[in-house]
């Protein structure tokens, strides 16, 4: 989508108008006619509050200019970033329903620099779509979008810039995810960082299954021992401070298809599951933008990218294995998996890499979908202080977050083994118990665990999502690091 900024509406025509009005009914853009069908629709309750309509009408003008789409969005009072993204996203999807190609709208205000770029990312994020499988697809046409503003051309272009930046993330995070497992195998997952490291400069390394054994990583090889598809390690490595000793770790469960193994997932559950490896590619396509942003800060992904299957090699229930910590796990659930591969990413993060901080990001627990749905990501964490940056970015992210206990002392023994250091399961608060697992393996680094079991999946299309990946954690992750980002030493 092309994003250009308007001081006149000169040569700028357009078919479809988004108007927001705030919580007193004002409108950005008070025109007789305009105004007039407003208060018809709120005579039918059809907005107010958050409320987003579009009408298709023949014979709307502005201006001398024709035009056919009108689309109202409510933007609520104290509206949050995220808020803003949802509202224009909404906007985005009637404008495309009504076969909008040229959408106007203005950003005037004093406010504009807060929400402006959530706006068009919101829009950005809406128009997008997994289709490249549906052979008489019907080939959508580019939109533009013209915003009427008084906003000076250079700010105007770093907002744009920026959130076509985030979009095109999120997009290759989507993607990911939603390639079927028979295509993004982890031989496929590790092109795909290839390709971002080749593009942005970034140091990227895959380590076999052979060079994994050398490190003793039997965890995470005791998950993709089941396989036919050979497990891949990918390491990708930005050093954009490289005078600094700090380096933060992100670590992405990469499972490519999550069977259960022989705690074989019935039906239902098996549904969806070539999307566990969502932390993984939010990882991949964040990096790909700290690297293009040129952010002074190392950064080191992570990424142990697998297969979760049944086979007469698969690891069975009991199996006792070595992690490359050096801690025995028992495996009482070979469908607690992906904390058994993170553990060794871990591991192989803090002392292969250096890294002084982990962020982990995975799809690791039902119980987390349980308990906070589809909307905010489980947080766990050794940290207040790394917390308290991840909430900042997640609020200028636009993506919801909400911290969990690790439960300290109160919960020690939830990963209880009679037969070994540590169970790869409790019985009980499923996902504060695979939290703690990995704060096994942290070794009292400052850590964050993000479980987006929840948040990484759509189950429909609804303001900016679309059925499918949603690319969660991408734009946390990256302004994350920018606000970790320090500013040169003077020497
Ligand atoms: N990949 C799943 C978690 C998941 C479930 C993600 C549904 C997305 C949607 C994970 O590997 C898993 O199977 N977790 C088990 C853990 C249990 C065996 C302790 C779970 O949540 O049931
Ligand atoms: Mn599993
Ligand atoms: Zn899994």
Same mark, same amino acid.
């Given at each position: 989508?092309?994003?250009?900024? &308007? ?8 078919? =479809? /108008? ?63 970033? !995220? ?22 709208? =203005? *950003? ?12 068009? !990312? ?13 052979? %008489? ?5 580019? &939109?533009?979008?013209?915003? &009427? ?21 999120? =997009? ?7 390639? +079927?497992?028979? @295509?993004?195998?982890? *031989? ?22 052979? %060079? ?6 039997? *965890? ?9 598809? +050979?497990?891949?390690?990918? @390491? ?31 039906? +239902? ?30 950064v080191t992904a992570v990424i142990p990218a697998c297969e979760n299957m049944v086979s007469g090699k698969a690891m069975r229930t009991g199996d006792i294995v070595a992690s490359m910590s050096g801690k025995y796990i028992e495996v009482v659930n070979t469908d607690g998996e992906g904390r058994m591969t993170l553990a060794d990413a871990i591991t192989y993060a803090i002392r292969e890499c250096g890294a002084t901080s982990l962020i982990d990001v995975a799809t690791l627990t039902g119980a987390c979908i349980t308990a906070l749905g589809s909307r905010y990501t489980g947080v ?31 919960? !020690? ?46 189950? *429909? ?21 920018? /606000? ?8």
């Amino acid at each position: 989508m092309q994003i250009q900024r &308007l001081v006149d509406l000169e040569d700028y025509e357009f078919d =479809t /108008l988004l108007v927001t009005y705030n919580h007193k009914n004002r409108l950005s853009i008070e025109l007789g006619k305009v105004s007039e069908i407003f208060k018809a629709l709120q005579d039918d309750d059809l907005v107010g509050g958050s409320k987003v309509y579009g009408l298709r009408g023949k014979d709307f003008s502005y201006q001398g200019q024709p035009y056919y789409n009108l689309i109202f969005i409510g933007i609520p009072e104290h509206a949050s970033p !995220r808020r803003y993204q949802l509202q224009f996203g909404a906007a985005l999807k009637e404008a495309k329903k009504l076969k909008g190609r040229n959408l106007l709208m =203005t *950003a005037i205000g004093d406010d504009v620099s807060y929400w402006l770029s959530s706006a068009m !990312r919101g829009i950005l994020l809406a128009d997008y779509s997994f289709d490249k499988y549906i052979s %008489d697809r019907k080939e959508s046409p580019e &939109l533009n979008l013209g915003i &009427l503003t008084g906003v000076d051309s250079a700010s105007f272009k770093k907002e744009e810039q920026y959130s076509h930046m985030m979009a095109s993330a999120v =997009t290759l995070a989507r993607d990911l995810v939603n390639e +079927p497992a028979n @295509v993004m195998t982890p *031989a496929a997952l590790a092109d795909a960082a290839k390709e971002v490291c080749e593009k942005n400069n970034i140091k990227c390394t895959i380590l076999e299954r052979e %060079d994994c054994e050398a490190l003793g990583m039997n *965890a995470f090889l005791a998950v993709a021992r089941g396989s036919k598809q +050979p497990p891949k390690l990918i @390491v990708m490595e930005y050093n954009g401070r490289v005078t600094d000793e700090e380096k933060i770790a992100l670590i992405g469960k990469g499972i490519c298809y999550d069977s259960g193994g022989y705690n074989l997932k019935p039906t +239902p559950g098996l549904k969806g599951m070539h999307k566990d490896m969502g932390g993984a590619a939010a990882i991949i396509a964040a990096m790909g933008a700290i690297a293009q942003s040129k952010l002074g800060i190392n950064v080191t992904a992570v990424i142990p990218a697998c297969e979760n299957m049944v086979s007469g090699k698969a690891m069975r229930t009991g199996d006792i294995v070595a992690s490359m910590s050096g801690k025995y796990i028992e495996v009482v659930n070979t469908d607690g998996e992906g904390r058994m591969t993170l553990a060794d990413a871990i591991t192989y993060a803090i002392r292969e890499c250096g890294a002084t901080s982990l962020i982990d990001v995975a799809t690791l627990t039902g119980a987390c979908i349980t308990a906070l749905g589809s909307r905010y990501t489980g947080v766990f964490s050794n940290s207040d202080e790394l917390v308290a940056k991840l909430v900042q970015a997640s609020i200028l992210a636009g993506e919801n977050i909400w911290r969990m206990p690790l439960g300290d002392d109160e919960y !020690r023994d939830l990963n209880a083994s009679a037969v070994a250091d540590v169970a790869n399961c409790g019985t009980q608060c499923g996902a504060i118990a695979a939290a703690r697992f990995l704060n096994e393996f942290v070794e009292r680094k400052p850590w964050i665990h993000m479980d987006i079991a929840g948040t990484s999946d759509s189950d *429909a299309d609804t303001e900016i999502y679309s059925k499918g990946g949603t690319g969660v954690a991408t734009m946390t992750l990256y302004e994350f690091v920018k /606000l970790m980002e320090k500013p040169y030493k003077s020497y």
